[in-house]
């Protein structure tokens, strides 16, 4: 899985450490058989993102201490399911994203035309 490359063909990059993120809570959008939501959309979660999770059953904004989650707050990057990216995007919410930390398995659910529309543009 190290060589796991982005949506812009180079190799993937870490998304956030602090909190952790992914699948597999290395920092990496990175995925697998046991991922069956597909964490692989590095986004900077916006708080109209986090209200439209949470209105869709996923509230990213709660701590849950049992699950080492700290709760998600504004400018946070976290790896999104692309299935609820894409969702968000349908309802306008979409956050940004950073394409170089986007596993390149999002295609097979959002556009590649779309995640360059929401790229953050500086780090």
């Not at 991922?35 to 949470?54: M, P, R, Y």
């Not at 990213?60 to 946070?76: C, E, H, I, Q, S």
Request: net charge negative; proline share 5%; charged share 20%.
């Amino acid at each position: 899985m190290t060589d796991a490359k982005n949506v812009i063909d180079g190799n993937l990059e870490v998304c956030c450490t602090s909190p952790v993120t992914g699948f597999y809570r290395d920092g990496f959008c990175r995925t697998g058989g046991q991922d069956f939501g597909s964490h692989v959309i590095c986004a900077q979660v916006t708080s109209e993102f986090l209200e439209f999770t949470k209105s869709q059953g996923n509230d990213l904004g709660t701590a849950v201490p049992d699950f080492n989650f700290p709760g998600l707050k504004p400018g946070d990057r976290w790896c999104l399911c692309a299935s609820r990216w894409q969702e968000a995007l349908e309802a306008g919410v979409a956050p940004p994203v950073i394409l170089s930390a986007t596993h390149a398995r999002a295609l097979e659910v959002v556009s590649l035309d779309e995640l360059k529309k929401h790229a953050l543009t500086s780090s």
